[in-house]
Nanobody
Framework: QVQLVESGGGLVEAGGSLRLGCTSIGRSIGQYAMGWLRQAPGKDREFVASISWSGERTLYGDSVRGRFTITRDNNKNTMTLQMDDLLPEDTAVYYC????????????WGQGTQVTVSS
């Protein structure tokens, strides 16, 4: 069983930065693609970014490409999402996900962390 714990959410002004972390407790994440999805109130869940098990491949959603950067360290069982130039529309609950493909959406989930960007 993979238990994922997120960290780093919070409140920031538009144009600011936040870094989200996701740590696997008790089991290695090395075999999984990992990434982030988010959901804002009243909206569908949205793909944000993913990274392959080796770290060689990354995917980004259109709305965050060029502003967000995803990385991972399998030795530390951690994954990080660096979010720069944040916009109010980035406000959402962000969920860490470990899955078998870069498309994400299945597998294991974290509990979610709130990101709020004020205008």
């Amino acid at each position: 069983q993979v238990q994922l714990v997120e960290s780093g959410g919070g409140l920031v002004e538009a144009g600011g930065s936040l870094r989200l972390g996701c740590t696997s407790i008790g089991r290695s994440i090395g075999q999984y693609a990992m990434g982030w999805l988010r959901q804002a109130p009243g909206k569908d869940r949205e793909f944000v970014a993913s990274i392959s098990w080796s770290g060689e491949r990354t995917l980004y959603g259109d709305s965050v490409r060029g502003r967000f950067t995803i990385t991972r360290d399998n030795n530390k069982n951690t994954m990080t999402l660096q979010m720069d130039d944040l916009l109010p529309e980035d406000t959402a609950v962000y969920y860490c996900n470990a899955d078998s493909t870069l498309a994400l959406g299945g597998g294991y989930w974290g509990q979610g962390t709130q990101v709020t960007v004020s205008s």
